[in-house]
């Protein structure tokens, strides 16, 4: 089994950055990728950002440019970096591991950008 723990959410002003991780642990098998979701009240839940096993990074068209996905392969960790936040950011973001066998969740954890 594979646990995921999110941590780094919280309130920011329009404008500033925050930094998500997330530290994978237990039997990660036949890892292919490592990503970040976001679902705002109402929506449904959308990709932000995900990082394979070769580093090849994807972006969300809203976050280009200021959004950074990372993994420390030795940690089995992912992080993103989100800078320039923006109120329409707002969501609950998830960790999410895919392998060839089962895809993984984390909790969740709130990120709020808000004057």
């Known amino acids: 089994q594979v646990q995921l723990v999110e941590s780094g959410g919280g309130l920011v002003q329009p404008g500033g950055s925050l930094k998500l991780s997330c530290a994978a642990s237990g039997n990660i098998a036949s890892f292919r990728a490592m990503g970040w979701y976001r679902q705002a009240p109402g929506k449904e839940r959308e990709l932000v950002a995900v990082?394979?096993?070769?580093?090849?990074?994807n972006y969300a068209a809203s976050v280009k440019g200021r959004f950074t996905i990372s993994r420390d392969t030795a940690k089995n960790t992912a992080n993103l970096q989100m800078n320039s936040l923006k109120p329409e950011d707002t969501a609950v973001y998830y960790c999410?591991?895919?392998?060839?066998?089962?895809?993984?969740w984390g909790q969740g954890t709130q990120v709020t950008v808000s004057s």
């Open positions: 990082i394979n096993s070769l580093r090849i990074t």
């Open positions: 999410n591991l895919a392998s060839s066998i089962k895809n993984y």
